[in-house]
């Protein structure tokens, strides 16, 4: 079955760039979307289709996704961004979500 | 505002079943998939299947097929999701959310606020 692998932890200085990546086999040919997820929170779509930001969403997150890999990248992190953020695509009809990463601004 | 609201945390006995409910506002009900995802504590996302509110139907992960059955009630927007024979590892807050879809991609947009199941002796 399709895996999309993230590293369970990420730590960044305020103000720093903070990039988290998403693994799974030819990725790059499918639609990835991210999602933060606080503590005691509902899930929140961050990016969708790749790179593209719902409205409400800062500038400061944008994304890639080519080859094996898809990357959120949190430009001039701050403090409110301390959350899990979790990849997920698509793979035959089924949602599939990355085991999830912890993004711990120190 | 578009919104999905659900029932309330369910503790239930090894064996039994539950039916979690998923209310939506702010849009038309049918015009949009509902899907369920699952997270226990402390641990990732794990997605359970959908239901199409216009036509009832429905496709489920495989891995709960046969004990998972997702139903609507378009007359109050209401989507359903009951799982039965549950065991202790089905402990976890179920999701319901609505795929926002335009050609080519979608994705997950509201996210219901959780429903925590216990499942304990």
């Known amino acids: 079955s399709y895996e999309l692998i993230q590293p369970p932890s990420v730590s960044v200085s305020p103000g720093q760039t903070a990039s988290i990546t998403c693994s799974g086999d030819?990725?790059?040919?499918?639609?990835a979307c991210w999602y933060q997820q606080k503590p005691g929170q509902s899930p929140v779509v961050v990016i969708y289709?790749?790179?593209k930001r719902p409205s409400g969403i800062p500038e400061r997150f944008s994304g890639s996704n080519s080859g094996n890999t898809a990357t959120l990248t949190i430009s001039g992190t701050q403090a409110m961004d301390e959350a899990d953020y979790y990849c997920q695509a698509w793979d035959s009809s089924t949602a599939i979500f990355g085991g999830g990463t912890r993004l711990t601004v120190l | 505002q578009v919104q999905l609201v659900q029932s309330e945390a369910e503790v239930k006995k090894p064996g039994a079943s539950v039916k979690v409910s998923c209310k939506a506002s702010?849009?038309?009900?049918?015009?949009?998939?509902i899907h369920w995802v699952r997270q226990a504590p402390g641990q990732g996302l794990e997605w359970m299947g959908w239901i199409n509110p216009n036509s009832g139907g429905t496709n489920y992960a495989q891995k709960f097929r046969g004990r998972v059955t997702m139903t609507r009630d378009t007359s109050i927007s209401t989507a359903y999701m009951e799982l039965s024979r549950l065991a202790s590892d089905d402990t976890a807050v179920y999701y319901c959310?609505?795929?926002?879809?335009?050609?080519?991609?979608?994705?997950?947009?509201?996210w219901g606020q959780g429903t925590l199941v216990t499942v304990s002796s």
């Open positions: 702010g849009y038309t009900f049918t015009a949009y998939f």
């Open positions: 959310s609505r795929l926002v879809l335009v050609p080519d991609f979608n994705w997950f947009d509201p």
């Open positions: 030819k990725l790059g040919d499918k639609n």
């Open positions: 289709q790749d790179a």
